[in-house]
């Protein structure tokens, strides 16, 4: 066994989603979570910027707490990064796309799917190499929906607005006929239910926090690293870059009562 903490990012508050699948598929593992809500949101900068902040959080987690594995619990950012961290990173490294897509595939009945991101997830065509290389076959329509983070991040994930942006910004999609649609942005399993309103119930919608605990499982056991119980149960370190009371509030709320402290962290 391997008792250091996974360490995983995200730009705020969306790989939450992640954290939540990881502390119920994985109760004895020991986690940090890094969310960069001084910066953020990723999905309008550039993908060198988002680069650059994904090496920095790396190097943070691997000497600020000696890590055993790093989550990239952002698409954006996995989408900017993954490949070169993956490459120098002493641990290993996995992001939220492949397993995600993996899901997406094997759930189509009728070969029509679609995938919605940030600007930069989608533009960085992350997803539709994936999706090529997992089934080749597969018809699939991408749809970026700004506008989506900050609805989440402001804890706005039922309002009438964010309805009328939905509707306007899956509309493609909606066209193209999808019976299966991942959501390629950790924040937007929040607006799940809206998305779900918006699309139909017969339109399966995939969420890649579940599958990514499930790959993160297969590699800590595949690899002898898993944490097993002893006198106490997993640690939950929370940091963010920006105002760690909004965060420790709205993280509370999105996350669960596993969310108690969070700790501010600064950059050079």
């Known amino acids: ?48 910027e988002v680069r650059r902040f994904s090496h920095e959080i790396t190097a943070h987690l691997l000497a600020g707490h000696d890590v055993k594995m790093i989550i990239v ?21 996995i992001g939220v796309i492949e397993p995600g897509v993996r899901s ?6 009728n070969g029509n799917v679609g995938v919605i991101g940030t600007v930069g ?31 989440v991040e402001r804890g706005e994930t039922d309002s ?32 799940a239910r809206t998305i779900g ?3 139909g119930r017969e339109v399966v919608l995939v969420d890649s926090a579940d599958e990514t605990a499930f790959r993160v499982r297969e590699l800590l056991e595949g690899q002898l690293m898993a944490r097993r119980g002893d006198e106490r149960p997993g640690h939950h370190h929370f940091e ?14 999105l996350l669960g009562p596993e969310l108690d402290r969070v700790e501010a962290i600064t950059w050079d």
């Open 1 to 48: 066994m391997d008792p250091r903490p996974i360490g995983m990012f995200d730009s705020g508050f969306g790989g939450l989603t992640v954290a939540r699948a990881l502390i119920d598929l994985l109760p004895d593992e020991d986690l940090v979570y890094v969310g960069d809500t001084g910066r953020y949101p990723y999905g309008p900068r550039p993908l060198d």
């Open 73 to 93: 619990a952002c698409n954006t950012a996995s989408a900017a990064a993954l490949e070169e961290l993956q490459e120098r990173a002493p641990v290993p490294v």
């Open 160 to 191: 009438d607005q964010v309805h009328v942006l939905a509707e306007r910004l899956l509309a493609p999609l909606h066209d193209a006929e999808v019976d299966t649609l991942l959501l390629g942005c950790t924040h937007y399993p929040f607006l």
């Open 121 to 151: 997830t989608i533009g960085s065509g992350a997803y539709q190499h994936a999706v090529a290389a997992a089934e080749p076959s597969v018809q699939l329509s991408c749809a970026a929906c700004p506008g989506f983070v900050e609805f």
């Open 197 to 199: 309103d918006v699309m």
């Open 104 to 109: 997406l595939v094997s759930a189509t009945r």
């Open 240 to 253: 963010s870059s920006g105002d760690v009371e909004v965060f420790r509030s709205l993280g509370r709320r």
